[in-house]
């Protein structure tokens, strides 16, 4: 198993004093799956980000298994790649709008929290607000908002700029952003709609409060045209590492969703964001951390890497260091040596973070161009094991203070989810760590985070 954790029962039982409560998983969807070459899986169905029977079958196995939430990433636009490697990929070419998909996947699944990305950089933020609060009235208050500010030139250029917003610019106005749609979600009080048909009067004009922003960014006149979310608030997500990301999240966040894969560094964010969220007022524990956890299980170590195995066979080289620029920023490597170091580049205006962390990596271990390809190639980010080191390792992270759950990556689907769902999570209830069934019936309620009382 990569990354394997050994534990003795001694320290199991210790952990198992050290908290109360219980994780918290989504089901990160990213048909027909996160792994670049998923689609050629001979158990996928190639056309999964198209194909709405496949994915409210997803969302439908992650409700069974009583996850969070399922969680819907998102580009407003094509990254700028060779036409060579963009037509050996599917996800970036060939998906749902993800809101729109939640509509459906609402109507298709009753308890499952949904979370869709939407941008702060090419939306307007009424637009965000009313599709929102509509898919919080029309799932019965399981919607949530994952905030982004997007990540390339290719994004801008669908929306009438020559290149992405420079970061500081980004994230100032995605803090603004954010404050004008949960401004408008409390552009009714709670109670404000009567419909009163004897009296002819349909809500009461008294409890209706026009917004009327006018910031740097940004001029909203208000109010939304229709009533307050069933959670007060959509559920707020965010993933933002750098510093601008950090604060925001800290100010704004009710998920976290973070890429670190060292425990020590996990555990080193999960302290800080928390007490960030506390320098802003407000409830360390009601800001959860959910880092990403990729998985490949099977009842025994062997069978599992040879699923593993199986699927990194799939992927072009080509497509690997395409994937490894995108990450580094878009900077084309193609003609630096395979043999040789990671050049110096620019500071990203992508992900600065995943740069920055390519970077660490590459310097800590020596690595070449050709040994950082190979490492995305064979999805070093993945555990592979059995559900029992798959469980030890999410106890240990838990316990550890360094998650308050997982964004459950799925290499390929169906078959990664189904294995999580069938191995992995009755070993985390024989553990007491993941609940057996929903107690409530809002994302809110899932997530154990109070419904926001309406600002003045």
């Known amino acids: 198993m990569?990354?394997?954790t050994e534990r003795s029962d001694t320290d199991r039982s210790r952990a198992d004093r050290s908290r109360g409560d219980q994780l918290h998983l989504n089901a990160f969807l990213k048909p027909p799956g996160e792994y670049l070459a998923a689609w050629r899986h001979p158990d996928t169905a190639a056309d999964a980000g198209v194909n709405i029977r496949e994915v409210l079958?997803?969302?439908r196995t992650a409700e069974r298994a009583a996850f969070d939430a399922v969680f819907l990433a998102d580009l407003v636009g094509v990254p700028?790649?060779?036409?060579d490697v963009l037509s050996r990929v599917s996800v970036v070419n060939d998906s749902f709008e993800p809101t729109t998909l939640l509509a459906a996947l609402a109507a298709g699944t009753s308890r499952i929290g949904l979370i869709a990305t939407a941008s702060t950089s090419y939306n307007e933020p009424y637009h965000v607000?009313?599709?929102?609060?509509?898919l919080d009235h029309i799932s019965g208050g399981r919607a949530g908002w994952n905030v982004v500010t997007s990540l390339n030139d290719g994004?801008?250029?669908?929306?009438?700029?020559d290149s992405h917003l420079d970061h500081a610019t980004r994230y100032e106005r995605a803090e603004e952003f954010h404050d004008v749609v949960t401004g408008l979600w409390d552009s009714f009080e709670d109670d404000a709609f009567r419909h009163d048909q004897p009296d002819g009067i349909y809500f009461d004009p008294a409890k209706l409060h026009a917004l009327n922003h006018e910031g740097k960014h940004l001029k909203v006149a208000g109010p939304l045209n229709i009533a307050r979310p069933p959670q007060g608030h959509p559920v707020i997500v965010q993933a933002g590492a750098s510093e601008a990301g950090k604060n925001l999240a800290a100010r704004i966040a009710d998920v976290i969703f973070s890429g670190i894969k060292d425990l020590g560094r996990a555990q080193e964010f999960y302290a800080e964001i928390k007490e960030r969220a506390a320098a802003h007022g407000r409830d360390p524990d009601h800001l959860k951390v959910l880092p990403a956890l990729s998985v490949i299980t099977a009842p025994t170590e062997s069978e599992a890497r040879e699923k593993h195995a199986r699927l990194i066979e799939l992927l072009p080289p080509q497509v690997a260091l395409a994937d490894l620029s995108y990450w580094l920023g878009g900077f084309d490597l193609s003609p630096y040596p395979l043999d040789g170091p990671l050049p110096e580049l620019p500071v990203s205006n992508q992900s600065q973070t995943a740069q920055q962390q390519i970077y660490e990596d590459a310097r800590r271990d020596h690595l070449t161009i050709r040994d950082l390809v190979r490492r995305f190639a064979d999805d070093e980010r993945?555990?592979?094991g059995t559900p029992e080191q798959i469980a030890d390792h999410i106890e240990e992270w838990f316990h550890g203070r360094?998650?308050?759950g997982f964004n459950v990556v799925f290499p390929y689907l169906p078959g990664t989810l189904d294995d999580f769902a069938g191995l992995v999570v009755p070993e985390l209830r024989r553990r007491g760590l993941f609940r057996t069934g929903y107690t409530g019936t809002t994302l809110r309620d899932?997530?154990?985070l109070p419904r926001p009382p309406r600002t003045s």
């Open 446 to 448: 899932h997530l154990g």
């Open 382 to 384: 993945t555990i592979t």
């Open 129 to 134: 607000a009313r599709t929102f609060a509509s």
């Open 2 to 4: 990569s990354r394997r």
């Open 155 to 161: 994004e801008a250029q669908n929306f009438g700029l």
């Open 80 to 83: 700028f790649a060779s036409e």
């Open 57 to 59: 079958s997803f969302a």
């Open 402 to 404: 360094a998650a308050d």
